[in-house]
């Protein structure tokens, strides 16, 4: 089956040790997103990539970068992680306003 | 700067009622609204998606309605079962290549 997945499903990382969070799509969308969601809160959009555009959100902070290589993977490099940073990271692909969202990547920092 | 907001935060009901979520946005010119469902733990799954043009739409025992001139929708399922247990995401776009702006979610629980 066509799908976004997302790798690893859990991530445990120490305070200001790099880590990058992958995404990997069989469903060929143009349009791939990275939202960063906090316990009870709505899905905060980090960036998305329009086939190679990187389209960054105003307040998203330095400390996130992500990279596309090609059109099936994405990731999502946090340089320092802080206790803030703790959050379930969720990858989306999307085609003329249909999305698909991957299982979400629960990162936690100690 | 568009806002969404869900009412109720969180909902308790017993298995076959019939139950209303609500999405309420603050800017009427959107290109669509959608209502995803999450599991907890877990990635998003679409449930229903309107388009602006449209009143609403149904999928099973989900029906859906919008009416953009009072920045309205509401998720109706009919015959609740414990299985819908989950929290419901409503979501507006403004264009065809906008991204998602979403509400906090309704968390429902269905008791057997």
């Known amino acids: 089956d066509a799908m976004v997945i997302q790798n690893p499903r859990y991530q445990v990382t120490q305070f200001g040790k790099p880590v990058t969070l992958s995404c990997s799509q069989t469903?060929?969308?143009?349009?791939m997103y990275w939202y960063q969601q906090k316990s009870s809160q709505a899905p905060k959009l980090l960036f998305h990539?329009?086939?190679?555009?990187?389209?960054n959100e105003a307040d998203t902070p330095d400390n996130f970068q992500s990279r596309r290589p090609n059109t099936s993977f994405c990731f999502l490099d946090i340089r320092s992680p802080g206790l803030g940073d703790a959050a379930m990271y969720l990858c989306a692909t999307s085609r003329e306003a249909h999305y698909t969202f991957g299982s979400g990547t629960r990162l936690t920092v100690v | 700067k568009q806002e969404v907001t869900q009412i109720p935060a969180a909902l308790s009901v017993p298995e076959g009622e019939n139950l209303v979520l609500n999405c309420s946005f603050t800017?009427?010119?959107?290109?669509?609204l959608q209502w995803f469902r999450q599991d907890p733990g877990k990635g998003l799954t679409s449930l229903l998606l309107?388009?602006?043009?449209?009143r609403e739409q149904t999928s099973g025992r989900l029906n859906a309605s919008l009416d953009k001139s009072s920045g309205r929708s509401t998720l109706y399922i009919a015959a609740s079962q414990p299985g819908d247990s989950a929290t419901y995401l409503c979501?507006?776009?403004?264009?065809?290549?906008?991204?998602?702006?979403f509400g906090k979610g309704t968390m429902l629980l269905v008791s057997p």
């Open positions: 469903l060929n969308h143009n349009v």
């Open positions: 800017d009427s010119a959107i290109y669509n």
């Open positions: 990539y329009y086939d190679k555009d990187f389209n």
């Open positions: 979501a507006v776009t403004h264009s065809g290549y906008s991204t998602l702006t």
């Open positions: 309107i388009q602006s043009s449209q």
